[in-house]
């Protein structure tokens, strides 16, 4: 019943822009937490960035702080992930998930917070 849908990533250059979605289903996007984690080649899954209920607070990864910006639509039962200045480093693949234990507050870790998790999508950064 629950799904949580990504979309949006793709092939960019370093310096580049991309703009990810999560589509959520099944239950009520407004009321919990969500975050974006990220996983590349041969490393763990790392969190990137999440976003509080009814505007709570929101984190970033020291590597993508002034870079990415999480926002999210309520109306449209979307959060997006806005990356800019992208670097080869960013490649990997992303994926959204929610916490079914998390408001308004939101934090990264530990990532067994988060209950339910997209199939992610793929993002190159390469020249």
């Known amino acids: 019943q629950v799904q949580l849908v990504e979309s949006g990533g793709g092939l960019v250059q370093p310096g580049g822009s991309l703009r990810l979605s999560c589509a959520a289903s099944g239950f009520t996007l407004d009321t919990y937490a969500i975050g974006w984690f990220r996983q590349a080649p041969g490393k763990e899954r790392e969190g990137v960035s999440c976003i509080g209920s009814s505007d709570g607070s929101t984190k970033y990864a020291d590597s993508v702080k002034g870079r990415f910006t999480i926002s999210r639509d309520n109306a449209k039962s979307t959060v997006y992930l806005q990356m800019n200045s992208l670097k080869p480093e960013d490649t990997a693949v992303y994926y959204c998930?929610?916490?079914?234990?998390?408001?308004?507050?939101?934090?990264?870790?530990?990532?067994?917070?988060?209950?339910?998790w997209g199939q992610g999508t793929q993002v190159t950064v390469s020249s």
């Open positions: 998930a929610f916490s079914t234990g998390l408001f308004r507050l939101c934090v990264l870790n530990p990532e067994a917070l988060y209950d339910y």
